[in-house]
């Protein structure tokens, strides 16, 4: 539905949408995956936004106050964070937020945020958990080792919901991949007057927001957003061939190799910034009442480089975590036992495989 506008915010040989229906359509998904601010500040920036629709217009504006609102709070959260972790001579990365819109959107509020996250070494966590602490935040959930971040969250004046800060010390799970987070803190540089607050290589922040677009099984365009404004602003930046090499290393290629491919099937112009150098044929799996099951399939236990790491995952969703478990129902946390919460796991499971082989069959019989 997006992909015509997002098109033409990225080339100049495709033309907006003209259908005034186009646009009431448009604007409910674009508020629906919280992406105004990117459409609202790429179309401003081009200067195309008044060659649309004036209610078009009036709500993407909106929401972009709304996002300097919020972000503009975040951020002051941020810095007492970073300030706090500089005095305290830990080092720290901040991750996407409110830096990664200012660094490669343009602007703070071109890019809307709801949580602050912070790359830390393994063995500062600790500390770094008693300091977010002394600042009013609470943790979440019970920090898992073999995971790679813990939540805390405060409630912050004026506004409705928590801000939540993740502490993270990997950015992809360790039982499924050998990704060494050391490469990524050496080539990482301090940033302007500090000396443990950093960022990321502009290549390795590539990589992250390409794995963290596969953890979400790219089911949003913000996913897609992310990806093909850092494609178009570091173009020359990020060399492809070194980063699927160092992927395979990592176990992490078949990871990059999927995300990207589904990307650039969406978005063709893309090879013509950044030739991608290994690419799936995603379109059998786009096409057909089947593509939801192999979609499912193929990302949750077959985007894994080894057989074990395969193994790993399928063992992880037959028996998740207790907490996971309410998070795929999305209901409230239960102090039920663990073999009663499988059981409402797999009665919901059961029943959408039920529910989704009915519309099949029955859709496969209708004439």
């Known amino acids: 539905m997006l992909t015509p506008l997002i098109s033409s915010l990225y080339d100049r040989n495709t ?23 990117q459409i609202y500040h790429s179309l401003k920036e081009k200067g195309d ?19 300097l609102f919020q972000n503009i709070l975040i951020k002051s959260e941020t810095d007492k964070i970073l300030n706090r972790l500089e005095k305290a001579k830990i080092e720290a990365i901040p991750l996407k937020g409110v830096y990664f819109a200012q660094e490669y959107f343009g602007h703070l509020a071109a890019r809307g945020t709801s949580d602050i996250d912070i790359l830390i070494k393994k063995e500062s966590v600790g500390e770094t958990v008693q300091l977010v602490k002394s600042l009013g935040f609470e943790q979440e959930e019970e920090w898992i080792p073999e995971h790679f971040h813990c939540s805390f969250s405060k409630r912050i004046p004026g506004s409705p919901v928590p801000l939540v800060v ?3 010390w990997g950015i992809v799970k360790e039982k499924t991949s050998h990704l060494e987070i050391d490469t990524f803190w050496e080539e990482a540089e301090a940033v302007k007057g500090s000396s443990y607050i950093k960022s990321l290589s502009d290549e390795h922040t590539f990589y992250m927001i390409c794995l ?3 953890r979400h099984n790219l089911d949003s365009p913000r996913y897609y957003l992310d990806i093909i404004q850092l494609i178009f602003r570091l173009n020359n930046r990020v060399d492809l061939h070194r980063l699927f090499q160092q992927a395979k290393k990592d176990g992490t290629l078949k990871r990059m190799v999927r995300t990207l491919s589904i990307v650039y099937e969406e978005y063709p112009i893309l090879e013509n910034v950044m030739k991608l150098p290994v690419k799936r044929s995603m379109k059998k799996r786009r096409k057909g009442r089947l593509f939801h099951y192999l979609d499912f399939i193929d990302f949750q236990f077959l985007s894994y480089d080894t057989f074990q790491h395969c193994l790993r995952e399928v063992y992880s969703w037959c028996f998740p975590r207790k907490t996971d478990i309410y998070t795929e129902l999305n209901v409230e946390y239960q102090r039920s036992s663990y073999i009663k919460s499988i059981f409402f796991l797999y009665k919901e499971r059961i029943g959408k495989g039920l529910k989704a082989t009915y519309l099949l069959v029955r859709g496969a019989n209708q004439p």
């Not at 003209?18 to 992406?35: L, M, N």
């Not at 649309?52 to 909106?62: A, G, N, W």
């Open 15 to 37: 033309s907006l949408p003209h259908k005034i229906t186009y646009y009431h359509q448009a604007i409910q998904q674009i508020e629906s995956h919280s992406i105004s601010p």
């Open 49 to 67: 936004l008044e060659r649309t629709p004036l209610f078009f217009q009036v709500r993407l504006k909106q929401k972009y106050d709304e996002a």
């Open 166 to 168: 993740e502490i993270h």
């Open 212 to 214: 963290h677009g596969w």
